[in-house]
């Protein structure tokens, strides 16, 4: 190796500094990172970090509300709700839950009154009016909740179970449980169709899609998408069905025909996805890479990456649909 560098060389490093130039709060993303406690926040059409927030322990699941410009992040470590504001990227509060809640998964009513957090350490889900910061109600259903979907009128939550296979029906203008669903399959994520009248829930150990009739609350029949499903989102303006894998794949489905309908690699694992309405883009995150990847919802092809802290755990866009 000595005779590759006959000449010699030379480093010179040279430092600058400049201030930081304020990011239009319409263009902000925020990633969980579970491993590092921190949210990253980027910009969606550069695709870079413009921001690293320290957010308490264990950042996991997050709602996002344009209309007053916050995200709730549940910090599973610190059994509580951390609070951002998306005007100076900075955390300026949080919403203390009870001893060994274990804030997992959140959801948001649609008019931004009303905030859910499924607790998986206790087995509970807090109901929080958001403007007092409170909890009004928590809800003892089955245990192992595992994911909570807000209904888009305001009107009810769909609270999964995994380990007894099971999903709740919570009513909220009521705030009280209103059925329990057995399911066929453990479930894992879950997401509603345009007017909430369909939602969509996978199993990483089944290899259909089920959908479930909200209104009579029975099944409204499978569709085959193949084994390993991670994640899943729904573009409200046509209804198609995003389903990311395990292993580093992104199926189609239209609920209409029945059937899949496209399917493309992506990297890493898919094990969390949203839709940027404003750009068209669909939004991957790869926690085995620790990346945020761009696609292009027409083309399918991948655009460009922003990468993560360690335990890179889910992602909210302005914008989202």
């Avoid at 264990?58 to 549940?74: C, E, F, Q, T």
């Avoid at 009016?129 to 245990?143: K, M, N």
């Avoid at 199926?251 to 029945?258: F, K, L, M």
């Amino acid at each position: 190796p000595e005779y590759l560098v006959t000449d010699g060389f030379r480093f010179t490093p040279r430092f600058a500094l400049a201030r930081p130039h304020q990011h239009p709060k319409n263009y902000l993303g925020f990633i969980s990172n579970t491993g590092a406690n921190v949210v990253t926040v980027f910009h969606k059409r550069t695709m870079e970090v413009v921001q690293v927030i320290y957010t308490g322990i264990g950042p996991r699941g997050m709602a996002l509300d344009r209309n007053r410009g916050i995200v709730y992040v549940a910090l599973s470590g610190e059994d509580a709700i951390g609070l951002i504001s998306v005007d100076s990227m900075e955390q300026y509060g949080t919403i203390k839950l009870r001893f060994g809640d274990e804030p997992t998964e959140l959801a948001l009513s649609p008019g931004g009154e009303t905030l859910l957090a499924a607790n998986y350490g206790s087995g509970t889900v807090s109901i929080i009016d958001t403007r007092s910061r409170l909890e009004t109600l928590r809800l003892g259903l089955d245990p192992d909740p595992v994911w909570v979907v807000a209904g888009r009128d305001g009107q009810k939550a769909y609270v999964l179970h995994g380990l007894p296979n099971s999903l709740s029906v919570v009513d909220l203008p009521n705030r009280r449980l209103q059925s329990t669903i057995s399911l066929e399959e453990s479930p894992w994520r879950a997401a509603l169709n345009r007017d909430g009248s369909r939602l969509f829930i996978v199993s990483p150990y089944a290899t259909d899609l089920q959908i479930l009739n909200t209104d009579s609350r029975s099944a409204a029949g499978t569709i085959f998408t193949g084994a390993h499903a991670s994640s899943i989102t729904v573009d409200p303006r046509n209804d198609l069905v995003y389903i990311g894998k395990k292993t580093g794949e992104v199926v189609v489905a239209d609920p209409i025909s029945g059937t899949f309908i496209d399917s493309f690699p992506v990297p890493g694992d898919a094990g969390f996805l949203t839709i940027d309405g404003e750009e068209n883009m669909l939004l991957v995150l790869s926690a085995a890479r620790n990346t945020l990847h761009k696609f292009n919802l027409v083309s399918k092809r991948k655009l460009t990456y922003v990468p993560t802290e360690k335990g890179a755990y889910a992602v909210v866009v302005m914008g989202e649909l």
